[in-house]
């Protein structure tokens, strides 16, 4: 199969974890381009893919030839209303907005590329200007402080509720520009002043981390004994939910002190972890594709035990 020029981010680290086999059922449950899903299939595995974005059929067409593949238009929180419990080998997630997305000005999700102001990974929902031109000036705020970790997220509300009385957003770059005034222009920063706030309100629009944390939990269900889940993410508030996820799943809890006793009982672990802490992308991958600096990869292998929400 040719592939695309888009390289998925730790795609040797994820088929280490994953080792599909000929006969093995895999769920890539971000499909994006397809680098995952050809990397299974040159491995002989069936894969059944999710991806919410319509467009992803585009890459999906030259993997339907090998009569292995599956493409659900569907958010990959859903995969459990498709499998059986323990009946998948293992389950892959690439989290966030792809190169793509990144990439085509239409989409709405780069501050560098004029386009609708929109950052929907899907077709359907609310868009990033329904957000901005719509939300109360707090609740801005709180979305770019919580989710773009932006120190000065009142500040920036206040200057796209101020401009928004005059003319709603419409465009990224004029929103982009609105948030640099409010930063105080550049001043020779090598990152964006709207970087952060981009990401927030993608990351709001999508529902990106509950769409996490439900996917985490669907992947739990459907895995089989010995089965194994491989989690990507690129930024920290993602990382912080798949480490606290596999953290508790692996039943790593707290020693507890001469203050307080350990933490005993609760559900039995379902997951053991294949390796310590998270892998990253080494430098020869970084070199050749910076976007993956932020990469980390975590991972599990699934124990006997019942998922916790089916758990006695």
């Given at each position: 199969m040719t592939a695309p020029s888009h390289v998925s981010v730790l795609l040797s680290e994820v088929v280490d974890v994953l080792r599909p086999g000929a006969g093995d059922l895999i769920v890539d449950g971000t499909f994006g381009a397809g680098g995952y899903a050809r990397a299974f299939l040159d491995a002989g595995a069936q894969v059944t893919a999710f991806d919410r974005d319509p467009s992803a059929g585009r890459f999906a067409e030259p993997l339907m030839a090998t009569g292995r593949f599956k493409l659900i238009e569907a958010r990959f929180s859903r995969m459990a209303d498709y499998f059986e419990p323990g009946s998948v080998d293992g389950v892959a997630l690439d989290i966030g907005v792809s190169s793509m997305q990144l990439d085509e000005a239409d989409r709405g999700f780069s501050f560098m590329r004029d386009g609708p102001l929109d950052m929907r990974m899907s077709d359907k929902g609310q868009t990033a200007a329904d957000l901005v031109n719509g939300a109360e000036q707090a609740e801005l705020a709180r979305i770019i402080w919580l989710y773009g970790d932006?120190?000065?997220?009142?500040?920036?509300?206040?200057?796209?509720?101020?401009?928004?009385?005059?003319?709603?957003?419409?465009?990224?770059?004029?929103?982009?520009?609105?948030?640099?005034?409010?930063?105080?222009?550049?001043?020779?920063?090598?990152?964006?002043?709207?970087?952060?706030?981009?990401?927030?309100?993608?990351?709001?629009?999508?529902?990106?981390?509950?769409?996490?944390?439900?996917?985490?939990?669907?992947?739990?269900?459907?895995?089989?004994?010995?089965?194994?889940?491989?989690?990507?993410?690129?930024?920290?508030?993602?990382?912080?939910?798949?480490?606290?996820?596999?953290?508790?799943?692996?039943?790593?809890?707290?020693?507890?002190?001469?203050?307080?006793?350990?933490?005993?009982?609760?559900?039995?672990?379902?997951?053991?972890?294949?390796?310590?802490?998270?892998?990253?992308?080494?430098?020869?991958?970084?070199?050749?594709?910076?976007?993956?600096?932020?990469?980390?990869?975590?991972?599990?292998?699934?124990?006997?035990?019942?998922?916790?929400?089916?758990?006695?």
């Open positions: 932006e120190r000065q997220s009142r500040r920036i509300a206040s200057f796209l509720v101020r401009r928004r009385a005059e003319r709603p957003f419409e465009r990224t770059l004029d929103l982009a520009e609105v948030v640099e005034r409010a930063l105080g222009g550049r001043r020779g920063a090598k990152v964006h002043p709207a970087t952060k706030t981009f990401q927030a309100l993608r990351i709001a629009v999508n529902e990106e981390l509950t769409e996490l944390e439900a996917g985490l939990v669907a992947a739990e269900k459907i895995l089989k004994v010995g089965g194994r889940l491989a989690v990507v993410t690129f930024h920290s508030l993602e990382d912080r939910i798949v480490k606290a996820f596999f953290t508790a799943r692996a039943g790593q809890l707290p020693g507890g002190s001469r203050h307080a006793p350990p933490i005993v009982g609760g559900p039995a672990p379902t997951f053991t972890l294949p390796f310590k802490g998270a892998r990253d992308p080494g430098d020869a991958e970084i070199a050749a594709n910076p976007r993956a600096r932020s990469a980390k990869l975590r991972a599990g292998v699934r124990t006997e035990a019942p998922a916790w929400r089916d758990a006695a």
